[in-house]
């Protein structure tokens, strides 16, 4: 059965902090890994990963894949209180219609 | 583009009651999705297809049914309402060929509260 697993589930932290939220995964036939941030309302794409290794940036926010050890890493740096969301982790798995399996999301909260 | 749409925001039922939940998208994207997300369970697939005439089960099926008659839409039916439906639905969309196959567009969400 296909797994997602994000740690922590929640994270409280003080502006300017750098925060790293996890997500660990087994499925039957990975094709990619995508984070999401969560506000008040549907998710916003972030970072899709397909290859090890190979870090995609954007402004603060970055993350970086292993597919050996089969986890994946979001880094935040000098967190801002608009940071502040549910952070969704999910995974492309080939087989059945190349559903998307999603963790549980990592609750992050940023204190000025 | 208006994206993904889906109506209605909100919505209160009684047990038993009868429900559809609206989905389209102006993308002219092959597949969709719905997903229902419940606190400390992220998001989990409850049905999905890959095309118009094309449906499939996802984790969460029994309860709802959906038909993909056009490509735009790909509404989301409640056939008995149970209170263990309460939670947030929503819908999504993405191609299935060429660039950005892997990105996916999410709807707004609708709240459905089951009494």
């Known amino acids: 059965e296909d797994k997602v697993v994000q740690s922590p589930l929640s994270l409280v932290v003080h502006e300017g902090d750098t925060v790293t939220l996890n997500c660990s995964y087994e499925v039957t036939n990975f094709r990619s890994l995508l984070w999401y941030k969560q506000e008040k309302k549907a998710p916003t794409f972030l970072f899709m990963l397909?290859?090890?290794?190979i870090e995609k940036k954007s402004g603060r926010l970055s993350s970086i894949l292993d597919k050996k050890e089969l986890f994946s890493i979001l880094n935040i740096t000098a967190t801002q209180t608009g940071d502040s969301a549910i952070y969704l982790c999910a995974v492309r798995d080939m087989e059945y219609g190349n559903k998307l399996v999603f963790g549980a999301g990592t609750i992050l909260r940023v204190k000025s | 583009n208006a994206g993904v749409t889906q109506t209605p925001k909100f919505q209160v039922l009684k047990t038993g009651q009868s429900m559809t939940l609206q989905c389209a998208q102006d993308?002219?994207?092959?597949?969709m999705s719905w997903y229902r997300q419940d606190p400390g369970m992220g998001l989990r697939l409850i049905h999905y297809?890959?095309?118009?005439?094309?449906?499939d089960q996802g984790e969460v099926p029994n309860g709802y049914n959906v038909s993909r008659s056009t490509t735009e839409d790909f509404p989301l039916r409640l056939l008995s309402a149970a209170p263990s439906q309460t939670s947030v639905y929503f819908c999504a969309s993405r191609r299935t060929s060429g660039l950005g196959t892997d990105t996916q567009y999410f709807g707004p969400g609708t709240r459905l509260t089951v009494l």
């Open positions: 397909t290859s090890s290794g």
């Open positions: 993308m002219n994207h092959e597949y």
């Open positions: 297809s890959v095309g118009a005439g094309i449906t």
